[in-house]
C-alpha cells in the first residue's frame, strides 16, 4: 500500500509530517532548516536546540572547506608527465597554445587539453600485401605488380594532429599516387630489373614533397621497394622470357670472351709478321749495299791493276769452286796430270740450285755470279789451249 493512500500509516511519510492531521503537503521552509541543521551536524554544528549557536557561521565554514577539497582536487588533477620520446599539444579553450617537452608539466583542467603525440616511434604503412592495390601500368603498356614499405615517423605534432583528418590515410593515397606516376614513366624490364633503387629513390622524394605540402607533419624515414614482377597470371611467360634473357647474355659473354682471347693473338701474330718482313728488308738492303760497295771497291782496284785483280778472282772464283764440287783426277804416265771436271754435272746442280733457291743465289750478290762466270770461262779456255797442244 502507498504511504499516501487512505488508511495508510502516517509513520511512512517521507516529509515528517506525522502531525499534520490534513495529510497536506509539508512545510518548505521546515524540510530546509531540517536540511541545515543536518549538514551542522556533519561539520561541527548541533542539530537541534541545546544551546546559543551563531546563525550560519557553520554552513559557511562547511562551504568553503567544499570550495578547499574542491580546488585541491581540480589542481592535482592537472598534473601529467609526458615521457621521453614524446610532445604534448595543449589546447587552451579548444584553440593551438603550445607544445610541451618531455617532462612533468601542469595544465589547469577544464580551460586546457593536452594530447600526447609520440614522435619518436618509427611507423610503416605496406602497400601491395595480397591484395591488387599495387597493380600498375607501365609505359610500354605492361602491368607490373609491386609490393612496399613506407617507413615515417612525426616531425610536427600540432601539423599531425590538426591539420590533415586521417594522415595515415592521406600518406597511403599519396605513396600510391607517386609511385604509380613513377611506374607510368618507365618500361616493365627497367622497373623489374636494375630500376629498383632509382625508383625508390625518386619515390622517397616525391612522396615527402607531397606531404609537406598537404602539411601532414610527417616524416619519411625509408622506402624499401619488397617485390616488382609480373602478375601471377602471366609469371609463367614471363619465366621463359626471363631465360631466354638469361641465354643471350650468356652467349654473347662467351662471344666476348672468345672474342678477346682470339683478338689480341691475332694482332699480336700480324705485329710479329709486320716485323720479320721489315727485319727480311732491312737484311736484304744491307746485303744489296755490302755487294754494291763491295763491287766498287773491286773495280777501283782492278782500274789500278787489271791483270792482277783478274787473277785474283779467278784464283777465288776456282777456289769456290772446286770446293763444292767433286772432282775426278787422272794419273798420266807421260805429260801433266790431268784433272777431269764434269761440266755438264755442274750446270745441271747449277740450274737447279738456282731454280730452287732463288733466295740464296740473290743472297751471293751479283759480284759472286760474275766470278762463277768468269772462272767458267777461264776453264774453257785452258781446256781448249791443252787439246790444242795434244
Known sequence: MAWNEPGGSNNKD????????????????????????RFSGLFGGKGGG?????PGAGGSMGLSLIIL????VWALSGIYIINEGKEGVVLRFGKFHTIQPPGPHWYPRFIDTVDIVDVSQVRSVHIGEGSNEALMLTQDENIVDM?????YNVRDSRRFLYHVREPEISLRHVTQSAVREIVGNNEMEFIITQGRDKIAAEAWDRIQGILDSYETGLQVR?????????????????????????????????????ANDILPRAEGQ????????????????????????RFLEIMREYKKSPRVTRERLYLEAMEELMGKNPKVMVDLKEGNNLMYLPLDQLMKQRASGSSSNSD????????????????LD??????????VRQ
Open 14 to 37: 517521507p516529509w515528517g509530517n506525522r502531525n499534520n492531521p490534513q495529510g497536506g503537503p509539508p512545510d518548505l521552509d521546515e524540510v530546509i532548516k531540517k536540511l541545515q541543521a
Open 50 to 54: 541545546g544551546g546559543p549557536r551563531i
Open 69 to 72: 577539497v574542491l580546488l585541491a
Open 147 to 151: 609490393e612496399f614499405v613506407v617507413q
Open 222 to 258: 625509408g622506402f624499401n621497394m619488397q617485390k616488382a614482377q609480373p602478375p601471377q597470371e602471366v609469371m609463367a611467360s614471363f619465366d621463359d622470357v626471363a631465360a631466354a634473357r638469361e641465354d643471350r647474355e650468356k652467349f654473347m659473354n662467351q662471344a666476348m670472351a672468345y
Open 270 to 293: 700480324a705485329q710479329r709478321f709486320l716485323e720479320e718482313a721489315k727485319a727480311y728488308r732491312d737484311e736484304k738492303v744491307s746485303i744489296a749495299e755490302g755487294d754494291a760497295e
Open 360 to 375: 740464296a743465289s740473290q743472297g751471293s750478290g751479283p759480284f759472286s755470279r760474275q766470278k762463277e762466270d768468269f772462272g
Open 378 to 387: 777461264q776453264t774453257r779456255e785452258r781446256d781448249r789451249s791443252r787439246e
